[in-house]
């Protein structure tokens, strides 16, 4: 099991995770991008109304418990979301926010190195 590294907006942390994991969630987030290039190839006043986008909702279990949380009906484009981030084990729990280019970056780090 390797460290990942993800970076918030303030500050980082770091913890215990598996590259088929990291997979798993790339996955979720290609998924993510598409339903957030959706919304932002809406044609403002176009009539009909635009279905929402299911919003993505990760879940990991290993040393730690991870949970991620985007809706991509609130944001213009894939470059201004923001992502939810729940990191809790028994003793403690972190709830922050990570931009969303900034955990695809972080993931792809991670893949690279291990």
Do not use: H
Not at 18 to 24: H, L, R, S, V, W
Not at 80 to 92: H, N
């Amino acid at each position: 099991m390797a460290q990942l590294t993800l970076n918030l907006v303030q500050g980082a942390v770091i913890f215990n995770f598996t590259p088929e994991a990291a997979k798993q969630l790339q996955s979720e987030i290609s998924t993510l991008m598409q339903s957030l290039k959706s919304v932002a190839n809406r044609t403002p006043g176009g009539g009909a109304r635009p279905t929402p986008q299911k919003s993505m909702e990760y879940q990991y279990t290993g040393d730690v418990f991870l949970e991620i949380f985007c809706n991509p009906n609130i944001y213009p484009s894939p470059f201004a979301a923001k992502i939810l981030l729940t990191l809790r084990d028994e003793r403690i729990r972190l709830t922050s926010e990570a931009e969303l280019t900034q955990l695809i970056e972080d993931l792809n780090t991670f893949l690279e190195q291990n």
